[in-house]
């Protein structure tokens, strides 16, 4: 089995470091990308040693969103469901894990991929990355529960316009948005930079214990209810002939 997700402990720094790994795809989430994840994420929600967890992604791109080969062909209305809640369940299992979460978005990021990222806590973007919520562009909504997530991270009346407009925006606009926190340069991601020291410095209980305040301060059953939602509405949009055409354009795009 391919790993498609790296995971690399750090015992000293009680940090696990999570990589998406089809960097020839633009690091797309495929049905079996979401598989190792699901357990990936299992895992640590089990982890009492870990304190810090980092999501990343191989080469250029943070992630290119779903497969949008994985997620088509001839499928209905139900089957979309099914698909969609799998990847929906992972946000939700990484919205709620017991330690603070980082998207250290190494490069671009579409779709699914800025709602992966929506389900941490805190973003770091490079600054030479674009980042767009493309769904509207495709015939569909965000399909994952990434744009209710989008609501929680920055001001609501700028979700709501970032999602209609699907436009894709740069590193400063992310930050000046707040849905990024930093934006950094440098090309490796390492534990001792800046924008990661403060959560390395810190100890497990103290972690721990922001992360379920940080938790407690959300209506975690609210939240999930729109995230069903969400995944609902997505379903029906996947099968419209606007979707399905978006997705043959983009395909065809590549081809030439
Ligand atoms: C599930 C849903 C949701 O939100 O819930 C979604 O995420 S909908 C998915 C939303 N995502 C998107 O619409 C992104 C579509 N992708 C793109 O716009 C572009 O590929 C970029 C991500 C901007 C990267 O452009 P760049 O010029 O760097 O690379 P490229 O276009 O040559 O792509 C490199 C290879 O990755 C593949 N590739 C890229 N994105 C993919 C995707 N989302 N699904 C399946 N394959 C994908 C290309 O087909 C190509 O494969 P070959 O080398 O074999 O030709």
Known sequence: ????????????????????????????????LI???????EKLH?????????????????CAGGDLNDFHGEIDQEKAHELLSQMQEVLWQITTLPMPTIAWMNGLARGGGMELASACDFRYVHESGNYGFTQGKLGISTGWGGGTLLYERIHSQEAYY?????????????????????????HQLELEHDLIKPFISRSLTQLKHWKSQW?????????????????????????????????????KRNKK
């Not at 970032?162 to 000046?176: F, T």
Request: hydrophobic share 40%; charged share 25%.
């Open 46 to 62: 089990q982890d009492d040693e870990t304190k810090l967890v980092i999501i990343t992604g191989e080469g250029s791109a943070f």
């Open 215 to 251: 938790l407690q301060n959300q209506d975690l059953q609210k939240l999930k209810t729109k995230m069903d939602a969400e995944v609902e509405a997505c379903s029906h949009m996947w099968v419209s002939d606007e979707h399905k055409e978006a997705v043959s354009n983009f395909f």
């Open 1 to 32: 089995m391919n790993n498609l997700v790296k995971v690399e402990n750090s015992k000293i720094e009680q940090t696990t470091i999570l990589t998406l790994n089809r960097p020839e795809k633009r690091n797309a989430i495929s049905i079996e």
């Open 162 to 186: 970032w999602l209609v407009s699907a436009d894709i925006r740069s590193a400063q606009v992310l930050k000046s948005i707040g849905f990024a926190q930093a934006t950094f340069s440098t």
């Open 35 to 41: 598989n190792q994840l699901k357990v990936i994420i």
